[in-house]
């Protein structure tokens, strides 16, 4: 379900909340929460509308800046938003303030999975020199013996990775390092 959020910072901004709701409404916004409030103010509707969110609803705003002025509310709001298993959509994107807004997010985000990628190497990195990180264990690998048998017994590439629960791909890398001889079919199965 798209939910909408308007906000004016002033009451005598009654034209930019009505431009708001008729374009919320045209984008298919089937609820729409609106108010009249500065945005360094309480926004009761905007904790509302995040309260209403479910999973896979999206909430809809026309301006990023109708959704918060500073990075930390716009990021903590994001956060209740993605809790929530929902997601955000902002319909001014082709101005120049929208792709402004855009870009810098996006290279926020950017920025952050560098550093969580970062952190998760060094953090692999140090596990691996005090002999507590050996990696993911070889499934397929482990389980040749039986993919060797299942092979020789007739049953084909495909139907052993179905049985074993290993990628067919995995079952042809044995096949071909153990020199096995491997039954193709070419029939979806």
């Known amino acids: 379900m798209q939910i909408g959020y308007a906000r004016t910072s002033t009451l005598d901004q009654v034209a930019g909340l009505e431009t708001q709701r008729r374009d919320l409404e045209a984008v298919g916004c089937e609820k729409i929460f609106s108010e009249q409030v500065s945005s360094v103010a309480e926004c009761g509707q905007l904790a509302a509308a995040l309260d209403y ?3 896979g609803d999206v909430l809809t705003v026309t301006k990023l800046d109708r959704l918060a002025r500073l990075v930390r509310d716009l990021l903590d709001i994001v956060d209740q938003i993605e809790s929530k298993k929902a997601g955000l959509r902002i319909l001014d994107t082709t101005t120049p303030t929208g792709k402004l807004m855009l870009q810098v997010l996006g290279a926020v985000a950017e920025f952050e999975r560098s550093m969580m990628l970062e952190r998760q190497r060094e953090g ?16 397929a690998r482990a389980k040749s013996g039986e993919v060797q048998e299942m092979l020789e017994a007739g049953v084909t590439p495909t139907e052993v990775a179905r049985k074993l629960g290993v990628g067919r791909s995995s079952v042809y890398r044995i096949v071909a390092e153990k020199g096995l ?5 070419y029939a979806r199965s």
């Open 124 to 139: 692999i990195a140090k596990a691996k020199s005090q002999g507590k990180y050996k990696g993911r264990k070889p499934t």
């Open 53 to 55: 969110l479910r999973v």
């Open 181 to 185: 001889k491997a039954q193709r079919t």
